[in-house]
T-cell receptor, first 115, second 114 residues
């Protein structure tokens, strides 16, 4: 089946620094990828839709200047959390849709901790 | 807007007992329906999905779910719980015409007692 990877799996950074998270589709191409944030003991909240070759579409309430998304190729999307603060600490998960049958394939997630 | 409701944020069952996790959606047009499982610090794994056809859907690990249009429900069941089933379970939908964009329910944590 289709595999989506994320890197890094875990990152700890100081407040004010920027962190880049990569999402890759390993054996298929994805013109669209989705970025979710999940706080402890909560559901996944869609942050944005990453579109290859065009600007990302952000959900209401998500700051596009803080969460920079770049869909550099058909297999790679990156999420950069700029000037991270402790309240940005969360589990970030990406997904990519498969072919045709409305299934999405999820990455393993990235645990971000901002000190 | 489409919403997904999972009744019970926590469900506890004994090993060997029936598992029933509830999911209801709000839509006049049946969406595509999914159940995902999430183990700690991991991504989501698809258990099963309903798109069209037979309303009783069988998934992995012995789980199944039945789409009931009249009740706008898609409850997840498993006849006999295993300790390894302890995890977080998410019901999700893709509304008709929404491409591939998933809307998730709040999740249900399943605990299995020995």
């Amino acid at each position: 089946g289709a595999v989506v990877s994320q890197h890094p799996s875990r990152v700890i950074c100081k407040s004010g620094t920027s962190v880049k998270i990569e999402c890759r589709s390993l054996d298929f191409q994805a013109t669209t990828m989705f970025w979710y944030r999940q706080f402890p003991k909560q559901s996944l909240m869609l942050m944005a839709t990453s579109n290859e070759g065009s600007k990302a579409t952000y959900e209401q309430g998500v700051e596009k200047d803080k969460f920079l998304i770049n869909h550099a190729s058909l297999t790679l999307s990156t999420l950069t959390v700029t000037s991270a603060h402790p309240e940005d600490s969360s589990f970030y998960i990406c997904s990519a849709p498969g072919q045709g049958n409305n299934e999405q394939f999820f990455g393993p997630g990235t645990r971000l901790t901002v000190l | 807007a489409q919403s997904v409701t999972q009744l019970g944020s926590h469900v506890s069952v004994s090993e060997g007992a029936l598992v029933l996790l509830r999911c209801n959606y709000s839509s006049s047009v049946p969406p595509y329906l999914f159940w995902y499982v999430q183990y700690p610090n991991q991504g989501l794994q698809l258990l099963l999905k309903y798109t069209t056809g037979a309303t009783l859907v069988k998934g992995i690990n012995g789980f199944e779910a039945e789409f009931k249009k009249s009740e706008t429900s898609f409850h997840l069941t498993k006849p006999s719980a295993h300790m390894s089933d302890a995890a977080e379970y998410f019901c999700a939908v893709i509304p008709w015409g929404a491409g591939n964009m998933l809307t998730f329910g709040g999740g249900t944590r399943l605990m299995v007692k020995p």
